[in-house]
């Protein structure tokens, strides 16, 4: 859900507009998969209202997002576990009681979009290997695709419906992960900006 933004008219041009939407766009979509991949997806409407105010309270956090406590207290926990938040705690004078104010740590973001591409890019790099090395056999309806080794326990034939089974030309599938891979390599992400997710929190 794209944030919405405020109708100002002091822009000097559109072009210079259309640049920053696209910047910020790409920085929500950076925020949303580094959130997604370290915390979970379910995660992800918490973290865009903490985006925009720091140190919130569990219970306005749990309101917010029409969750219980217990379950927005999970999310905040998995969250911290990554940093990407961090918490200040105020006794509350009537009740007596500790109450928990979060807030989002945007900075860890960039940090943690860097090392999962590196992570990806090792993993692609492992499979490209594999499919560089071995010879790969698949069933001709498409049930199952097995390495050398394995297709050798089957005797060759497909274990879902004993189609017998034929070595594949992977060559198509080497160049598409070389591609992946490249890209990945190449592409430089763009710089988290700061007006969607700040980078100081107010103490
Ligand atoms: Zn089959």
């Avoid at 929500?28 to 959130?35: A, C, G, N, Q, S």
């Avoid at 979970?40 to 917010?64: C, Q, R, W």
């Avoid at 105020?90 to 979009?113: E, Q, V």
């Amino acid at each position: 859900m794209p944030a919405k933004k405020p109708k100002k008219k002091t822009f000097p041009k559109k072009g210079k507009v259309k640049v920053e939407k696209i910047k910020v766009d790409k920085s929500k979509k950076i925020v949303e998969d580094v959130v997604t991949e370290v915390a979970g997806e379910d995660v992800v409407p918490l973290v865009k209202v903490m985006i925009k105010k720091a140190n919130v309270s569990e219970f306005k956090l749990a309101s917010s997002i029409k969750k219980e406590i217990n379950l927005t207290r999970n999310m905040l926990y998995r969250l911290y576990n990554s940093n990407l938040v961090s918490f200040i705690r105020k006794k509350d004078k009537r009740k007596g009681w500790y109450i928990y104010y979060w807030t989002f740590n945007s900075k860890n973001i960039a940090y943690l979009a860097k090392d999962l591409k590196k992570k990806k890019i090792e993993r692609l790099k492992e499979r490209l290997d594999r499919e560089r090395t071995s010879q790969f056999y698949i069933c001709s309806g498409g049930c199952i695709r097995l390495d050398f080794e394995q297709a050798t326990e089957f005797e060759f034939k497909c274990p879902e419906c004993g189609e017998l089974l034929q070595m594949q030309d992977n060559t198509k599938k080497i160049q598409e992960l070389e591609v992946e891979i490249k890209n990945l390599e190449t592409c430089q992400e763009p710089p988290v900006i700061a007006r969607y997710a700040r980078s100081t929190p107010v103490a």
